[in-house]
């Protein structure tokens, strides 16, 4: 399994950099594996019982993954969750993401 730690600087920095182009390809190729929006509820589902080491696998549109909580969560204003597709069986991506809540109380991706 490849493992990603994907932050929000990662992605702006330079505004076009070599290591963002890339770190956007590897991205969106892989994003084949991902139903985001089923994954996204997932991760907010988790992060909301936030108990490390929690794990929920999550199955859309032909495409399946899991996510772990890592750290954070519940009462907690942030949380991270490493979200991880598999395919065909097998494992194939893992990305790490960082949740805070915003005003509202709602779980929002920060990278």
Not at 2 to 22: C, E, M, N, R, W
Not at 25 to 43: G, Q, T, W
Not at 105 to 110: A, K, M
């Amino acid at each position: 399994m490849k493992l990603h730690i994907l932050g929000l600087g990662a992605l702006l920095v330079g505004g076009g950099t070599v290591s963002a182009q890339i770190v956007g390809k590897e991205l969106a190729r892989s994003a084949a594996h991902y139903d985001m929006p089923a994954a996204r509820l997932v991760a907010q589902a988790v992060l909301d019982r936030g108990r490390q080491g929690d794990v929920q696998m999550w199955s859309e549109s032909g495409k399946t993954g899991k996510v772990h909580l890592l750290d954070g969560g519940g009462a907690s204003k942030c949380g991270r969750v490493r979200l991880t597709g598999i395919h065909r069986g097998v494992e194939t991506h893992g990305y790490i993401f960082r949740y805070c809540r915003n005003a509202a109380g709602d779980w929002r991706t920060l990278g």
